[in-house]
């Protein structure tokens, strides 16, 4: 069993940064792919980026690419996502999930799923 917990997320203005961090315990933390993902009301659950078990490997969805970066801390148990040059439509839930192998960009196939954290942006 994996827990994940995120923290991190809040009010900010078009063009601001937050850095997302999720949290883990449980099973062998480095043994484990990590995505995160967002919904916003009324829209499914959509892919925002993934990073390898080694963190050697990163992959975003297009949408976030060149603003936002995703990043793992093996001594910390941590992942987290760094996002810069918000958008209004970035506005959602922010889910940080975990898999067993290679990442993938499909919710289905995580095992593991955090709480989330709202991210809102105005402007």
């Known amino acids: 069993q994996v827990q994940l917990v995120e923290s991190g997320g809040g009010l900010v203005q078009a063009g601001g940064s937050l850095r997302l961090s999720c949290a883990t315990s449980?099973?062998?933390?480095?043994?484990?792919?990590m995505g995160w993902f967002r919904q916003a009301p009324g829209k499914e659950r959509e892919f925002v980026a993934a990073?390898?078990?080694?963190?050697?490997?990163?992959y975003y969805a297009d949408s976030v690419k060149g603003r936002f970066a995703i990043s793992r801390d093996s001594a910390k148990d941590a992942v987290y996502l760094q996002m810069n040059s918000l958008k209004p439509e970035d506005t959602a839930v922010y889910y940080c999930?975990?898999?067993?192998?290679?990442?993938?960009?499909?919710?289905?196939?995580?095992?593991?799923w955090g709480q989330g954290t709202q991210v809102t942006v105005t402007g």
């Open positions: 999930a975990a898999k067993q192998s290679y990442y993938s960009s499909r919710p289905l196939e995580y095992d593991y």
């Open positions: 449980g099973r062998t933390f480095g043994s484990y792919a």
């Open positions: 990073i390898s078990w080694s963190g050697g490997s990163t």
